[in-house]
């Protein structure tokens, strides 16, 4: 059996970064087959790309002054040869090469994922197969998906599903792509809700759920505990639902569409919870121009946009959690880095104004793997406590 802290550490030497433009979006993929992969079978692919999140248009604003051309239409002679008579280590060779020169980020390897995904078989083992000769239909859905990787589309969406912590999830524009820092998130709450004082289980609430990553990982690694994951966006809450029945957890999950508001949550029943995880919005509104074309024309963007100053949804939950909180729970949050420093202090701050923000008491604030601040807890402490 492989301990958390084990996961956690061949998580982070496995790990192959996608995006670097942004410190805090990076994507990675586990090396190692998940231990959910079938083995080999045909798989099938969409006949389309990834759709957009949104319209040019709407992207207008974002999009302005930038000068990526993702006209699939111009793609150059080698996309007119047939390469069904190509041995799996030329073709590999050669969309490398091809997206390199058309300057998509983490080339080669996006081809490694997208060719292990053709084959249905682990990225690890593609060196095994160097010499063998794709199908012409394997090499159809091959250039159909390596176009879309022309055009910026996240390898995470062309190839449908992408694995987060120990399991593997669906994944499906517009909702959010689990980042490996997150999975950090999911072992600090794992490793709670194993060490819960008293017989029974903590009661689990996620806000911004997304695909379901954090609830799912946590429900896979602790079977007795019961969750409710709630997300403002239907395809979320749609994904969650199916990767819960994917992953055979969906007895143990409640799953919402609602948004967190300054009004209380109606959408959940009348109790309190034990533990709120939420990996929310946190990035400047300014900031969003300035992401990879994989996020910015792909993820939808509310699930990034944290407003003026990053936070305004991160006060948002501080305040409802500290309405939905039991006594001595615990909020585990991932935040931008230089919300580690500021979130304490504006907590401080409202308290003075605010009483019923005074039950919450911050904890700590713990590094990522880059040595960055970001995952910060606070504790709901008796009123009379508050100093
Ligand atoms: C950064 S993503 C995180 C998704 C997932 N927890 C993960 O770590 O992969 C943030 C999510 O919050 C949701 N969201 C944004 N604003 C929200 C709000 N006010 N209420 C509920 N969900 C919200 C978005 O739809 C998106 O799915």
Known sequence: MISTNSIKILNVVKRVTFHRTSQVLQQTRNVAASPLRPPCHTKSFSSSCPRQSVSPDDHHSLTAGTSENFSPTDRGPYFQNSLSEQSVGAVVRRYADELQERDVPEALLSVQHIVASVLDCSRASLESKEGQVLSPSQSEDLRRLITCRLERAPVQYIIGDWDFHDITLDVRPPVFIPRPETEQLADDVIRCVKAWPGAGNPRLLELCCGSGAITLAVLRACPGVEATAVDRSAEAVSLTAHNAVKLGVQSRLTVKQCEVTEEPLVCLPLQRYD???????????????????????????????????????????????????????????????????????????????????RCLQFVSVQKDFSGRDRFIRFRRVLEHNYS
């Not at 230089?338 to 019923?356: A, C, T």
């Open 275 to 357: 533990i709120i995880v939420a990996n929310p919005p946190y990035v400047p509104t300014a900031h969003l121009r300035d992401l990879a074309p994989e996020i910015r024309l792909y993820e939808d963007l509310r699930a990034l946009d944290g407003g003026p100053d990053g936070l305004t949804v991160i006060k948002l939950i501080l305040r409802q959690a500290a309405n939905l909180l039991s006594e001595e729970g615990l909020l585990f949050l991932e935040v931008d880095e230089r919300h580690g420093r500021e979130l304490p202090l504006w907590l401080q701050e409202e308290q003075e104004r605010n009483q019923s923000l």
